[in-house]
């Protein structure tokens, strides 16, 4: 199984991340919406890897890169997208969004903000003029997901932590997540991080206008923003972000079918 770890690398290319990924049969492609900054074209890459055997499959979305300047979240995308094209029991049950690079301009410049200024990630749901968010705000407002997975790095952390929202089952999808990354990295244990009241590397409150799902939206999705260290070696932290998802959609599945059988 390919795990691109031999290929991970500083590049911020973005052609180089997604064309590899169009190749594979299983995975849809769509560039979502296009906008111009500074005369040049852009879009955003979605891939879509659904359960055919599913007549009402589990929507997930998961978001990368709306900080420029974390790729590990994009490359495990790439990695995860892979393993799910590979393993067919891991993707069981679910219709999974992946939106890899959520910011193409600060992706290929290396940046947290976009090429217009704009930490993208407090522009959600506040009329925001940037396109990128709109374009996510639209997916986030018609896809409906089930749940919402985003993927961070914090080069102020020297552990894995995770923020939680929603969905009432959230933490306890989140904890065995972080378990099992914790294996590779460390959790952030401390009782305050990045600013945040913390318990257990879990946080239970959020930066206003971060990505995630519109208010009053129903069903209600449960909300994860999992954090790796940003000062990690890169290949880790992809580890430890594959991990994470794999975690996720395992313990979900799980619980749902608990559920489902109460």
Not at 222 to 235: C, K, R, S, Y
Request: glycine fraction near 8%; charge should be negative.
């Amino acid at each position: 199984m390919e795990t691109g770890a031999a290929n991970h690398s500083n590049s911020r290319s973005i052609e180089q991340l997604i064309e590899p990924l169009r190749q594979i049969p299983s995975l849809g492609f769509e560039a979502v919406g296009a906008f111009q900054v500074a005369g040049r074209d852009y879009f955003l890459p979605r891939f879509v890897f659904r359960d055919t055997s599913s007549s009402d499959p589990i929507r997930i979305g998961i978001f990368a890169a709306i900080h420029g300047d974390e790729p590990a979240g994009a490359l495990a995308i790439a990695d995860f997208l892979r393993e799910l094209a590979q393993d067919g029991e891991l993707g069981s049950d679910y219709s999974i969004h992946a939106y890899p690079i959520c910011n193409p301009t600060g992706f290929e410049d290396g940046t947290r903000f976009s090429r217009n200024g704009r930490d993208l990630n407090r522009e959600f749901w506040k009329n925001s003029s940037e396109s990128e968010v709109q374009l996510l705000e639209n997916e986030l407002r018609t896809r409906r997901f089930n749940g919402i997975i985003q993927l961070h790095a914090d080069d102020t952390s020297d552990g894995l932590y995770g923020f939680v929202r929603g969905h009432t089952l959230t933490e306890n999808i989140l904890r065995p997540a972080l378990l099992e990354s914790g294996k590779i990295l460390p959790r952030n244990v401390n009782a305050q991080i990045d600013g945040f009241a913390a318990r257990d590397g879990i946080i239970y409150d959020l930066y206003e206008g971060v990505l995630g799902a519109p208010a009053k939206i129903q069903p209600e999705p449960f909300e994860i923003v999992f954090e790796t260290p940003g000062l990690a070696p890169l290949d880790l932290q992809v580890q430890a972000l594959v991990v994470a998802m794999r975690s996720i959609l395992t313990e979900y599945r799980r619980l749902i079918s608990f559920a489902q059988n109460i």
